[in-house]
């Protein structure tokens, strides 16, 4: 795995290297001791899949408030996406700055998102399948999002979503 620095503090793109061969391809996809090696342990304890048939669905952006506050790895495994992250540390150095990486099951590329930052996505193509890997377990009602399309962030999303839920859609402007 190659573990890339993005915009943001403690977002990694991690990128698999297959190996193919008659047979189709074989990736590794998360090893305890490369990431630890790369400056980020993560040890995941629930595994999450999100399926999105239709084209334009954005997901977000979603985090969880501590103290269940979680660290993913996001990865596609059929389909593309334009993946998302905002930085919503109070004392962080990137605090209020995005970043975002074409995700797709072609490459198996995925971000790493740490702890207080929030995610989401807008499916490019239809079919589209997201694996995630969380830690710690998901905790009830500490479920928090900001609006996908708040000004605080101004995020460049490539299309504008066709598909959203009433809550993704309702978040309030962030104050933080």
């Known amino acids: 795995m190659d573990f890339q620095r993005t915009a ?14 008659e047979r189709g391809l074989f990736a590794r996809l998360h090893c305890p001791d490369d990431f630890a090696k790369a400056g980020f342990p993560f040890m995941p304890v629930q595994t999450s899949l999100s399926r999105n048939p239709t084209v334009g669905t954005l997901r977000g952006l979603h985090y969880q408030a501590a103290p269940h506050a979680e660290t993913k790895l996001v990865r596609v495994t059929r389909g593309r996406v334009f993946d998302v992250a905002v930085d919503l540390r109070p004392g962080s150095r990137t605090h209020h700055a995005w970043t975002a990486a074409e ?17 989401g996505y807008l499916t490019l193509e239809p079919d589209t399948d997201v694996l995630y890997q969380i830690t710690p377990a998901y905790r009830p009602g500490h479920e928090a999002g900001v609006r996908w399309d708040d000004p605080a962030f101004e995020i460049e999303w490539p299309a504008r979503p066709q598909l959203i839920s009433v809550r993704d859609a309702a978040y309030p402007d962030y104050q933080g």
């Open 8 to 21: 943001i503090d403690g977002v990694m793109r991690i990128e698999a290297r297959p190996h193919g061969d």
């Open 103 to 119: 995700l797709s099951g072609d490459d198996l590329s995925a971000l790493l998102i740490p702890e207080g930052v929030a995610h």
